[in-house]
């Protein structure tokens, strides 16, 4: 995990991956799986490729919910906000844990700041909390969490005075 740091980190100003060290990001692509590649291609600014690839995953997949959330992901990073929301519409309903359905409203979350809609992302970051809280997993419940937090936050300094 500490080295993953190095290479990219979320920024907790903008809830966006970023890369620190593109090189060693791009090595990556040699020695990982199809899902961490479309991933990996999509914070290269490789959107295009990456969704090709994602849209193979899917179709060749026998349980699509991975697949969705990296082809949501690939969308979202190319600022295809109806494409982003239809695939993880699709992952909400290949979910079937509390778990994978935490890791889809937090990745909601994420596409509704990128829309800056705020408050509708405070509310997916929240419902992701609780749901990752229900699973046993604190420390993803405690991201989503800080996600709601900066949402909530966003929203109060972008409201025009009364």
Do not use: N
């Amino acid at each position: 995990m500490e080295q993953q740091e190095k290479v990219w980190f979320v920024d907790p100003a903008t809830l966006r991956d970023v890369v620190v060290d593109r090189e060693a990001m791009e090595a990556r692509l040699e020695d990982c799986t199809d899902l961490e590649r479309v991933w990996v291609l999509s914070l290269l600014g490789r959107g295009d490729e990456a969704v090709s690839e994602a849209q193979q995953l899917l179709a060749d997949s026998t349980d699509p919910f991975r697949a969705l959330l990296v082809l949501a992901y690939a969308y979202q990073r190319l600022y295809r906000w109806r494409d982003a929301a239809q695939m993880q519409e699709r992952a909400l309903r290949a979910a079937r844990t509390k778990f994978r359905e935490a890791q889809v409203r937090h990745q909601i979350g994420r596409r509704l700041f990128d829309e800056c809609l705020y408050l509708a992302a405070a509310a997916e970051f929240e419902w992701a909390a609780d749901l990752f809280k229900a699973a046993g997993r604190p420390r993803a419940a405690l991201t989503s969490y800080r996600a709601k937090e900066r949402a909530l936050k966003v929203h109060r300094q972008s409201r025009l005075p009364d």
